[in-house]
Nanobody, 117 residues
């Protein structure tokens, strides 16, 4: 299984970006798709998660600004980011975790998001 992330870039504060991550290969349908981010010198933090049933969870820092969604038919997860702030600058990584005993965990290659003030 490979995850291909896209959509990062440079945007001014207050702007928007939409990230996409497409999974190729066979993934168990009961899974959680997530976005993480890692700023320079900091740990990788969870931004948002959406499980196969549609339930979502967000980090407090992005609630009300970011929206995670998924297209199960395409094995793709999206992150709509609005009202971006300079502190959102980071490399964003997508993750797919199979939520079954012995389930596998996959990471994308990361996409850079830079928000200028």
């Amino acid at each position: 299984v490979q995850l291909q992330a896209s959509g990062g870039g440079l945007v001014q504060a207050g702007g928007s970006l939409r990230l996409s991550c497409a999974a190729s290969g066979s993934i168990i349908r009961i899974n959680a798709m997530s976005w993480y981010r890692q700023a320079p010198g900091k740990q990788r933090d969870l931004v948002a998660t959406i499980i196969s049933g549609g339930s979502t969870n967000y980090a407090d820092s992005v609630k009300g600004r970011f929206t995670i969604s998924r297209d199960n038919a395409k094995n793709t997860v999206y992150l709509q980011m609005n009202s971006l702030k300079p502190e959102d600058t980071a490399v964003y990584y997508c993750n797919v975790r199979e939520v079954v005993p012995g389930g596998r965990n996959y990471w994308g290659q990361g996409t850079q998001v830079t928000v200028s003030s």
